[in-house]
């Protein structure tokens, strides 16, 4: 409960905002000055080059955004009107809105605790239920890599082909190999909070020739090889402008710069909450490099004062000792700085309220989740879910590069005077 008062941030302390360099400018004046401003060019070509070399795939295709990206993934991963589509359940909606792009159903799949990805227990039982599902997608949540080696397995033992929405983790690794990689199909984004930006963009990452080359026809409206305008397929307005790419091509020299900003950012985190009721969001140093593109903290269940979360607003009961979300998310925005809710879970979400949702000690049955409405725990006073409870105790922390770390030390102060 905080009982203290701080001085307003002069300056507005943001959660991720672009980090600009000068490059960028100099790559959009020169798609202006030789007059390449669509979506052909030398930017195009360059960042396809760098980024399939960064990431260590054969292939990439630029596209205008990270969600145009994984909906020709659907289409490539051939998920048909009523397909069933395993999905991560603790994500951005942009992971999931594509299957249902193509007419998929998604299927929600529970979290886990080491690294709040998809839980690959869960995966298992949900095919247990479902044996018949061809796709799963799964996200690399804020630019932690998920349990991927146990996915994997769980997707070969089905003979299901992996998504991978690697939107927030370009630069980050696991068993050393870039995330990006791990997919039948693989994303990234350019989106203006995300650690390399284009203001806005996307790519598809792929090692197979085939598979680039029709996600690239399909998204410039699927012209066939022909004198006219010639169309055997639906095709779509998806790929990135050259002036976009040229954002993007001053960017990229400065991804390992960002990572290093952000995990510098990180630890102090770490370090200034030792001693408190909670922990930064895990990590599994010995099978993953993040890119640290979001730090994030969980509150220790005992730690959690009252909290309920209807569907626009949210009420606490402070206590002593104690804190919430809510509370802490309430002190930084009344100073000026921005923290955020953990994405809230896409089974809690209404548009989504039909949809079966697996977790790994279910009743052996899926559970729709129109009963889940209305409150975080159950009747028994315990988190119902592992995305619910992640969800319930955790937020994101202002995790912009350019923060100072004075700034920083502010903000870690007005977290602890919530726990006196
Ligand atoms: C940002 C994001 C996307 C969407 O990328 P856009 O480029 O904004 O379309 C998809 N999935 C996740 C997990 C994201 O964070």
Redesign the pocket.
């Known amino acids: 409960m905080n009982n203290k008062t701080f001085e307003m941030f002069s300056e507005r302390v943001w959660l991720s905002t672009p980090t600009m360099h000068g490059e960028e400018w100099k790559y959009m004046e020169e798609a202006y000055k030789t007059n390449w401003m669509s979506t052909v060019g030398e930017n195009l070509n360059e960042v396809e080059r760098i980024t399939a070399e960064k990431i260590g795939c054969k292939y990439a295709v630029a596209l205008s955004?990270?969600?145009?990206?994984?909906h020709l993934c659907m289409k490539l991963a051939g998920v048909r009107p009523g397909d069933r589509v395993f999905c991560s359940d603790m994500?951005?909606s942009?992971?999931v809105n594509p299957v249902v792009y193509e007419g998929g159903v998604p299927v929600f799949i529970d979290t886990e605790y080491d690294t709040w990805n998809m839980d690959p227990a869960a995966l298992e039982k949900a095919f247990e239920l479902y044996p018949d599902v061809k796709v799963v997608v799964i996200?690399h949540?804020y630019g932690t890599p998920g349990k991927i080696d146990e996915i994997r397995a769980v997707c070969d033992k089905y003979g299901a082909k992996i998504v991978e929405?690697a939107?927030?983790s370009f630069g980050a690794a696991y068993k050393g190999k870039q995330t990006g990689t791990f997919g039948d199909f693989s994303?990234i984004?350019?989106?203006g909070?995300?650690i390399i930006t284009g203001s806005?963009?996307?790519m598809f990452l792929t090692d197979s020739l085939e598979d680039a080359d029709k996600v690239r026809k399909w998204s410039t409206q699927s012209r066939e090889n022909a004198p006219w305008y010639h169309h055997e397929e639906i095709g779509y307005n998806y790929r990135m402008s050259n002036l976009i790419a040229g954002v993007v091509r001053g960017q990229l020299p400065y991804l390992e710069e960002h990572i290093a900003q952000k995990k510098m950012i990180y630890e102090r985190y770490k370090e200034g909450f030792k001693g408190l009721p909670v922990s930064m969001n895990p990590i599994d140093f010995e099978k993953s490099t993040p890119n640290y593109w979001l730090s994030s903290m969980i509150i220790d269940p005992e730690a959690m004062c009252r909290q309920v979360r209807g569907e626009q607003e949210a009420l606490y009961i402070p206590e002593y000792g104690k804190s919430c979300p809510t509370e802490i998310l309430e002190i930084l925005a009344k100073y000026n700085a921005e923290g955020r809710p953990i994405w809230k879970p896409m089974h809690m979400q209404p548009m989504y309220r039909m949809n079966a949702f697996v977790t790994r000690e279910g009743d052996g049955r899926a559970k729709t989740n129109a009963y889940i409405f209305g409150g975080s725990v159950g009747t028994d006073g315990k988190p119902l879910d592992v995305g619910m409870d992640i969800f319930h105790r955790g937020l994101c922390l202002p995790s912009d590069n350019k923060m100072p770390a004075e700034v920083q030390d502010k903000v870690i102060e007005m977290i602890r005077s919530c726990f006196e």
Request: no cysteine.
């Open positions: 955004a990270g969600t145009a990206a994984l994500t951005f942009a992971t996200a949540l929405d939107a927030e994303v984004s350019f989106n909070n995300k806005s963009g996307g």
